[in-house]
């Protein structure tokens, strides 16, 4: 049978105790880099007294996974116990393992996922911002316009939204979030779980400030509160009111009016 398996994001004490059954229990390894999973098993032998019985370890991450995948057996997952780890946090969520999933339910392997650390998850219930729903965007485009189209997107979805983004480019995240919007509330988390765990919650020109001051290096989730105002959500004349493109306009406003982009470009020429 295959296990995906969730791995600590930064604390080692918050692998599960199932998890540390199946380490023991399992013949053969997918990973997303196997230096990091072997480093991770030496850890969990010293700290935590497992006995693994790894015979096999396959690196399977997203450069290779459909040449691998076209290699393999589907036979080893229904004789053995097999598990996939991603580096760090819960697979297939901005990590490799989707197209595992995906292999095992077309060629009728039964596989499981384990719950376990997520930094999006973690970050959002540290966040305070009290919606029942939210979307997670995982890492914006690098740059470009591709990352200024996906940004507004994640502003004006009318949804609390997560983020992920690397240190080197933190600071011009909220600089872009300022230049769109800078009195959007927004939560950021600097190495989750880590010893050198940090929150920071304000307007988007007061995180700004803040965080120009501090030691950036991490990674960083960013949460940005939803655009609904105090009396209803974003209108489409707030829309329209924005320097942005009638293509980029179309597209917001067909999210909060439920007509589709087609209709809504249509409209504004």
Known sequence: MLYFV?????????????????????TTIFCEDTRVTKRLISL??????ISP????????????????????????????????????GMPALSDPGCRLVDYAQKHNIAYDVLPGANAALVAYAASG?????????????????????????????????????????IIKLIEQICNIDEKREIFLIKEAT?????????????????????????????????????????SVEDILSLDISKKQAAKLIAKI????????YSELL
């Open 194 to 234: 880590k010893m050198h765990q940090k929150h920071f919650k304000g307007s988007a020109s007061e995180i700004l400030r803040t965080i120009k001051l501090q030691n950036i290096k991490g990674e960083w989730v960013v949460v940005i509160n939803s655009d609904k105002k105090e009396l209803g959500a974003i």
């Open 53 to 88: 019985q790894v015979q096999k370890f396959i690196s399977l991450h997203s450069h290779n996974e459909e040449r691998v995948l076209l290699d393999i057996s589907p036979e080893i997952f229904k004789e053995e116990i097999v598990l996939y780890l991603s580096d760090a």
């Open 6 to 26: 969730p791995t600590p994001i930064g604390n080692l004490e918050d692998i599960s105790l199932r998890s540390l059954r199946l380490l023991e229990s399992a």
């Open 44 to 49: 969990l032998k010293e700290k935590r007294g």
């Open 257 to 264: 009016t439920g007509k589709s982009p087609k209709q809504c």
């Open 129 to 169: 911002f009290c919606e029942a729903r939210f979307l997670f965007y995982g890492f914006l485009p690098h740059k470009g316009a591709n990352r200024e189209q996906a940004l507004r997107e994640a502003l004006f979805n009318g949804f609390v939204t997560i983020v992920y983004e690397s240190p080197h480019r």
